[in-house]
T-cell receptor, first 111, second 114 residues
């Protein structure tokens, strides 16, 4: 089974609005990453947050991590039509060389 | 675009056949990971190769096997194909330990098993 689950499964917003998606995971982690995927293509890395960090920013992206709740959120501010994609969180297992993706949130930004 | 390439782009096989998928890693990366992504799902980790050795494996049966070559390119082999093997297969290259390093993904190979 996959490590993470994203919520909501699908999100539709107007251009210029903010988009928030959440990720929950099951076991202790070292780091959590967010990736983006356009239309069944390869994934693109967005941001990495370490288990000892609580918040991180990169451009219009803001990621938070709450290890006590085993959850993370990705906020995209001032969304654009080009942000339309699926977004996945991914975690590494604290032990062993394994890497887990969540189920993904499909974001549609309407121009 | 990343420097990771995969071949072929699309492939159609029948149940019971064998398939080999190929991946060329980005320059400077010695770690390759393979993922299976079913339609509408997130990628599932198959295994990881580091310096030509398997260095981590997900919950996939032994009929999923791989190789990594001295130039760090990699192959994924699947024997005795089943209908449920139909998926997008993604490879990603990175520096060692993809948990702490960005992974660079190829465009994927879409496998259809009939």
């Amino acid at each position: 089974s996959q490590q993470g689950e994203e919520d909501p499964q699908a999100l539709s917003i107007q251009e210029g609005e903010n988009a928030t998606m959440n990720c929950s995971y099951k076991t202790s982690i070292n780091n959590l990453q967010w990736y983006r995927q356009n239309s069944g293509r390869g994934l693109v890395h967005l941001i990495l947050i370490r288990s000892n960090e609580r918040e991180k920013h990169s451009g219009r992206l803001r990621v938070t991590l709450d290890t006590s709740k085993k959850s993370s959120s990705l906020l995209i501010t001032a969304s654009r039509a080009a942000d339309t994609a699926s977004y996945f969180c991914a975690t590494d297992a604290e032990t062993g060389n394994q890497f887990y993706f969540g189920t993904g949130t499909s974001l549609t930004v309407i121009p | 675009e990343t420097g990771v390439t995969q071949s072929p782009t699309h492939l159609i096989k029948t149940r019971g056949q064998q398939v080999t998928l190929r991946c060329s890693s980005q320059s400077g990366h010695n770690t390759v990971s393979w993922y299976q992504q079913a339609l509408g799902q997130g990628p599932q980790f198959i295994f990881q190769y580091y310096r030509e050795e398997e260095n981590g494996r997900g919950n996939f049966p032994p009929r999923f096997s791989g190789l990594q070559f001295p130039n760090y390119s990699s192959e994924l082999n699947v024997n005795a194909l089943e209908l449920d093997d139909s998926a997008l297969y993604l490879c990603a290259s990175s520096l060692p330990n993809p948990g702490i390093h960005e992974q660079f993904f190829g465009p994927g190979t879409r496998l259809t098993v009939l």
